[in-house]
């Protein structure tokens, strides 16, 4: 079983940057693939980013591609997502998740085992 805390976000003007943490719980973290997933009002969850257990295989979103950068360290269980460069567009509720199946990244919720309760980041124009 892994918990999942997510912080991190808050409002910021556009062109902004914040940086989101999700602190794991378990002493399998190391084990898990992690992604980063939002969600904004009357729309579907979708994928931002996703980082291997290593850390060497990396996916993002078109959307987010050279802006956001996810990272992690496994000694303190926790997996970042710098974002910078913030739009309007990027405001939703963001997420991140554990997927223990070991089966590589992927950009599928359904894949994911575990979630957070969600931080929101509010860009103003």
């Known amino acids: 079983q892994v918990q999942l805390v997510e912080s991190g976000g808050g409002l910021v003007q556009a062109g902004g940057s914040l940086r989101l943490t999700c602190a794991a719980s378990?002493?399998?973290?190391?084990?898990?693939?992690m992604g980063w997933f939002r969600q904004a009002p009357g729309k579907e969850r979708q994928f931002v980013a996703a980082?291997?257990?290593?850390?060497?295989?990396?996916y993002y979103a078109d959307s987010v591609k050279g802006r956001f950068t996810i990272s992690r360290d496994n000694a303190k269980n926790t997996v970042y997502l710098q974002m910078n460069s913030l739009k309007p567009e990027d405001t939703a509720v963001y997420y991140c998740a554990a997927d223990s199946k070991r089966l590589g990244i992927t950009r599928s919720a359904a894949r994911y085992d575990y979630w957070g309760q969600g931080t929101q980041v509010t860009v103003s124009s």
């Open positions: 980082i291997s257990w290593s850390g060497d295989n990396i």
């Open positions: 378990g002493r399998t973290f190391s084990n898990y693939a």
